[in-house]
């Protein structure tokens, strides 16, 4: 769409209730995903598709991951003269293990970047449940309906204690946002568009009570500020802790399902790095798996995740586990039921292993020369 | 704009219509190679990692897909505020305008280029070859011997020396002779079409050359032999590594297959002289339930279900169900339909090969199959 109208403003600080060696060192916004992605992919990546050329990202505490990653924010051609990527400042206990999604004191320390901007909306995202969907369809839904804000949501496909649910009303209208979603309730995907005066207005009145979050702060005003809903059909996937981490993953293993995320219209789009294609050696045995670029197999890899430049030697045996970037498992070595962060190196004929129940998960390791 | 030791210009605006159906419709160093790499990638990464920042690409031939895959050549580390990447196409001036008639004439229109850098040596590259060099070694030779012009060469083997531009040299490694694929060669080192120039020199030389009525203004047939005439200090460089041509489709072929096996002597996955290229962000490759891999280099955004071997699959490849791919190239987006054989074959960009045909020999005396970017071949054809 030529004239895009609105702002993007994504919360990277949100920390998982669950304390995980996967989210030690940073927040869940830059956990690297499906090989070769970390979720903040996902919100940049949609909003790229709908030519959102400015966008404010609030960090984490921990930000170190995430600005390596985003950097000038030239990948999503966000390194722009007029926008661009603003990495605005969080607070440090900002969306925290209270499960706030948008609080409502980062809204207020970022009022600059809604006070310059000269377009209608803002969206709003999350950075923890993921998807793949067309944001101008959405912006043209909420624009042709006069509401105030427009939050999205799908079916839940499961239970979430951790995501919030919709109760929606006549003509779509939410008249509640509970904490909390059970199987076949409306879930919300964290995402919203919301008029960018509407904002403003919230930020004056609300001022007060900006301890909480921006949907809390407001539930008794749902009716005047008229606040709507959006069903999205497609893929919803959401990662609240090292559980539902594993078992999305393997979720999106199958084709049928990293299909409805991975869209070619639609691109996701992540940091480009050069590694050459994957090489599969001769003895190599990989069913079932999704390899990234710069990995080198000689062994055995079956129902895995394979991020960038992980080396499995021959002998090695790698089985329903999610491998990240730079690790290494030597001949004989068994791996299963595991995740393994960055940088690990597994010894000769060494056994790591999980249960189906019971993931194993091994931290990142320093990096190896 | 500040001075440069060293610029390159890069002559990339052949048609290489000996890659036939590969060159169709794209440049030939537009042409994918190595998986997820166009031909191109090579010299440029060169470039860069021999911090040679400033490079003029030559494009004649059907540019366009070039043009966009260079963009800003912020791919390679060359989108500086000072020199980077320009594209140098043929022009219009107020006499007119020409295609570029040869190689020396292609630097020749464009020798303002250089002079805006006021370099001290010109280095002259064509896009074809798949190397890895450190052009600076190349440079310090050339400042040690006082050099007008160095010239890269390599040994060839004997018995193949007829195919190439041959230079003969003394024990200093000073250019005596130069011949054009000589019946009886008495020198192995053959030209790798890599010049050093002193830019002065280069600047003389091809003003000459532009106005001389018989000359067909290329650095081989013209340039290198007259400089040789009048007595100028030509040196050469001798390389020592992997250089191989990927111009021809048998060529093309072995050169890809060069980079399979355990230890190949052309390896992509060398950090420290990394090959750097323009990518589109696909996914990893899913390998299916049943599918067989083996010897291959698979890149993102590949499906495969069949059986692959000593291959390579190019970003989106598919491979479905009971396919068999074997000592074969695919090149983007082509696609192996069910039950389909194919062997000792290039695919083209977005090439099918639908359900159950059989294409290509494992016969090496036969040529290698070629299917076009964008052919669908079915049964039958």
Redesign the interface.
Known sequence: MINNLAIGYITANYISREASALTQERPLASIPF????RLIDFPLSNMMNADIKTVGLVMPGNCRSIIDHVGSG??WTLDRKKGGLFLVPGNAYGTSKRGMRFLLRDIIANVELFRRSTKPYVVMMGSNIIFNLDLDEIIEAHRTSGAGVTMIYAIAQRDQPDAQSLAIGDRGRVREVRSGCGFGECKFMDAFIIDRRLLLNIIEDYATADYLDLFDAIRSDFERIDVCSYEFKGLMVGIFNQKTYYDRSMDL?R?ET?DRL?QPSR????K?H?A???????????????????C?IKGTVRGS??SRGVVVESGAKVRNSIIMQGCHVCAGATVENAILDKNNYVPENTELRGTLDDTLVIGKAPIRR | MSRKECIAMLLAGGQGSRLGALTQKIAKPAVSF???FRIIDFALSNCTNSGIDTVGVLTQYRPYLLHSYIGSG??WDMDNRDGGVSILPPYATQDGGAWYAGTADAITQNIDYIKGYDPDYVLILSGDHLYRMDYRKMLETHIAHGAELTVSVMPVPWEEASRFGILTTDDDDRIVKFSEKPEAPDSNLASMGIYIFSKDVLIEVLEEDAVDQRSSHDFGNDIIPKMLEEGRRLYTYEFKGFWKDVGTIASFHETSMDLLG?HPEFD??DKSF????N??????????????????????GC?VYGTVTHS???TDAIVHERAVVEDSVLLPGAEVKAGAHVRRAILGENAVVEEGVKLGSIDTTRDTAVVGNDVVIGKGE
Do not use: Q, W
Not at chain 1, 34 to 37: E, F, P, S
Not at chain 1, 267 to 270: F, H, L, M, S
Not at chain 2, 283 to 295: K, L
């Open positions: 499906m090989g070769r992605y030239k990948d293993l084709p990293y991975f691109p996701i789009i992540t480009a050069d050459a294609p994957a090489k599969y050696n001769a003895g190599c045995n990989v069913p079932d798996s999704l390899i990234s670029a710069g080198v995740i394979l | 190595g998986g997820k912020e791919a355990e992509l996955f990394p090959v750097l290229s990518i589109t962000t696909r996914p990893p490759h899913y390998i299916g339930p049943e599918a067989r891999v083996s010897d291959c280099l698979i890149s993102n499906r390579i699959l190019s």
